[in-house]
């Protein structure tokens, strides 16, 4: 067993970890963030999408003890503090982005991550850049939609699939 001490959405977390401990258990498991989901365990669906140090990552193909000292941000520290969602939550659920939900936290944070290497992507980046989340319910439409309105452009002329 060892320490390891990171920030969680802004707080700072101290965790006793085994070394073949993932970043997705820890951060479900000792801390108590489900909304990071495990859906394969082989880092293909992108379901525990999360940010560390601002930038996207599979917290199934990551140790937690690699990240000593770091910054994770995960779902539940995308809305406000009183609640309010976030752009891309807002317009996820404004475009109706989800269904089940069980992907929508990982598309989300790779939509947040997307949005900030790309402020303005093509339905065809967005398309390119979710090849690495799955999504087994909507079809992406909607989630492309979401996307493409989280980040001010006009949707009406996105045709359904």
Known sequence: MSQVSMTVNGKRVT??????????????????????????????????VVHVDGEAVKACSVFAGELEGAEVKTIEGMAEADGTLDHVQQ???DHHGLQCG??????????????????????????????????????????VKAIMAASGQDVSGIAAE
């Open 91 to 93: 317009a996820f659920q």
């Open 15 to 48: 965790g006793e970890i085994e070394g073949r401990t993932l970043l997705v258990d820890f951060l479900r498991e000792d801390l108590g963030l489900t909304g990071t989901h495990v859906g394969c365990d082989t880092s293909q669906c992108g379901a525990c």
């Open 102 to 143: 069980f992907c929508t936290p990982g598309m989300v944070m790779s939509a947040h991550a997307l949005l900030k290497d790309n402020p303005k992507p093509s339905e065809a980046e967005i398309r390119d850049y979710l090849q690495g989340n799955i999504c087994r319910c909507t079809g992406y439409h909607n989630i």
